[in-house]
């Protein structure tokens, strides 16, 4: 068994599941995957049991039924790898927004140069964001800074869904009381992570919109991100994090 697990979430992935299978299984690292499908009614599940079988023991999957959210996803895929051996815990998505290739740097900046969470940043280097149309580009940009600003945390990008985390980051997390469905998940996990004084680094990526489905991004979502941070903040001055 690899010691490092990729969680891929997907919702309605058919276009895209199988060429990131494939692609993330022929990386030179052997890293595992798990797939966790929240009941996909175009066949991605499917698509998986499929690619299962080309690659025994490599690939997982576990359904939900139902959109449950992107962070209660990613909590069921901890556990599930806190469960076995997994050294190494990535997030990713399924649509090629974020480059496979990238996967390696991330895993060896925890591994080879002792960080315990690696964040894939769009933000460090200024704006490395592909054909997102303008608004959106500045609504997540200045997201960040804002969380920035209120929670005080270091980072460019604490949105980010690219991210590696060491095994004892998420053990000394309590998994079950992450608050955020949405991508306030990300800003909340991070920020545990560095309260709780784990190193948390930057690499910079080139974010790609995706080409193929359909982005499950939403108003709602992006505003759970912007107005849970002063929630973080103030439970983390009172010491109630």
């Not at 599940?45 to 962070?71: F, N, Q, W």
């Not at 390696?104 to 280097?125: P, Q």
Request: with cysteine; glycine share 8%; charged share 25%.
């Amino acid at each position: 068994m690899s010691d490092v697990l990729v969680i891929i979430p997907t919702y309605n992935e058919i276009e895209n599941i199988m060429m990131m299978l494939r692609t993330v299984i022929k990386l030179p690292d052997g890293f595992d995957i798990l797939v966790i499908d929240d009941g996909s009614p175009d066949g991605t599940a499917d698509a998986v049991r499929t690619a299962m079988k080309e690659y025994p023991g490599r690939i997982h999957l576990e359904c939900r039924s139902g959109k449950l959210g992107l962070g209660t996803a990613y909590i069921h895929g901890f556990k599930w790898a806190l469960a076995r051996d997994y050294q190494y815990v990535i997030e990713m998505d399924a649509d090629f927004s974020h480059n496979p290739d990238d996967l390696t740097r991330l895993y060896h900046e925890c591994k080879d140069r002792e960080a315990d969470v690696c964040v894939g940043s769009r933000y460090i280097t200024g704006v490395n964001v592909v054909n997102w149309p303008m608004g959106r580009v500045l609504m997540s940009y200045f997201a960040s800074a804002y969380v920035r600003f209120v929670t005080r945390m270091p980072l460019h990008d604490s949105t980010a869904g690219y991210v590696c985390y060491r095994r004892r980051v998420l053990e000394a997390i309590d998994l079950d009381k992450i608050e955020f469905k949405g991508y306030a998940f990300q800003i909340e996990m991070k920020f545990k992570a560095w309260k709780k004084k784990f190193k948390v680094v930057e690499i910079p990526i080139i974010f790609v919109n995706r080409q193929l489905g359909t982005s499950k991004m939403n108003s709602s979502i992006f505003g759970e991100a912007v107005f849970g941070v002063i929630s973080l903040r103030l439970k983390a001055l009172f010491g109630k994090l």
